[in-house]
């Protein structure tokens, strides 16, 4: 990686740990929230710019559209998270969803940073990833994933302004023991069915536990801000959806290209199937009205926890396949 590289990755990754106190300290002062607000939304858009001209100085480096290996997926999945948010705040002029979306695209640069050295290099492709499907393939699944998490996160806001904070605590710890797992399945050297446990038992565990709880309302709900980023969850569903479908049919069609099959039923091909379903689910919901508002946002947060499991858990929780990168240490 050049020092060129080097200066504007580290700028985007600064910049998101900055504008998430930017946020994170607005909510503690009255006078000028609304200034600091859009202070945290204009480091942000800094960190965006500078990670747009960092990926593209890399592709220039490499002579190759730069998304090959798990280090350069995570700045594409940064780029989009930092992007996505930018949007919905111009769309809706709300910017409370602006510390959760910094937050994540900040462990998504420390988690990259903390991955070894030949990741960080650019190094020649490998044989099965020289085809032109890489790029048709690939970055409309990471952008698919960051908008997942978005619609997660604006879920969790929608919860909290509809004072449904049992169901938010509960999803909360589950998502951070979900992200706990992955770390570790990633760093160390816990054993893997220890890992597996806790993702996907916590996982089936706190969301069966925030669908029961989530009709215990606390005090003063705010309608007009819960209907906002229920509004919100939908749409990051209704763009990431597609970019999903998009990808999974792209890999069918790659996969028969390279071995003569679309479909092999590899783990993290089954998981992004479940994950289609899941969306596929919660759109059904939204449309007909089958289910509140509230509910949705659980369904929204469990899409996030699978995307979760699609994009890195089986690369770190030892499910195996064609995809995994594998464990680091």
Request: charged share 10%.
């Amino acid at each position: 990686m050049s020092d060129f590289q080097l200066v504007l990755t580290n700028t985007a990754g600064l910049s998101s740990i900055a504008s998430f106190w930017m946020f994170v300290g607005a909510n503690g002062v009255k006078r000028s929230k609304e200034l600091m607000m859009k202070a945290g939304s204009a480091i942000m858009a800094l960190g965006f710019a500078s990670l747009t001209i960092a990926i593209a100085a890399r592709g220039f480096e490499a002579g190759r559209f730069p998304l090959a290996n798990l280090y350069e997926s995570l700045l594409w999945f940064a780029w989009a998270t930092m992007g996505g948010y930018l949007a919905i705040s111009l769309a809706y002029g709300v910017r409370q969803l602006g510390w959760l979306a910094s937050l994540t695209a900040a462990t998504m640069f420390l988690y990259g940073s903390w991955l070894p050295t030949n990741q960080h290099d650019i190094t020649p492709l490998v044989p099965a990833l020289v085809s032109y499907w890489r790029q048709i393939h690939v970055p409309p699944l990471i952008v698919s994933y960051a908008t997942f998490f978005l619609a997660g996160l604006a879920g969790l806001l929608q919860l909290w302004h509809a004072r449904r904070l049992q169901s938010l605590m509960s999803l909360a710890a589950t998502v951070a023991a979900a992200g706990t797992a992955v770390a570790l399945g990633t760093f160390t050297t816990v054993e893997t069915p220890y890992l597996q446990a806790l993702f996907v038992g916590g996982s089936l565990l706190g969301t069966i536990v925030s669908w029961l709880r989530v009709e215990k309302v606390g005090q003063n709900p705010n309608k007009k801000l819960s209907e906002v980023y229920d509004d919100v969850s939908y749409r990051c569903v209704t763009i990431g959806f597609p970019l999903l479908t998009f990808g999974i049919i792209t890999g069918g069609l790659w996969a028969n290209a390279a071995w003569g099959s679309y479909w092999s039923w590899d783990p993290k091909e089954s998981m992004a199937l479940v994950t289609w379903l899941s969306y596929a689910a919660y759109i059904h919901l939204r449309i007909h009205r089958e289910c509140s508002a509230e509910k949705l946002s659980v369904v929204a947060v469990a899409g996030l926890l699978l995307t979760l499991l699609t994009y890195l858990g089986f690369n770190s929780l030892g499910f195996g396949g064609l995809h995994s990168y594998g464990r680091f240490k």
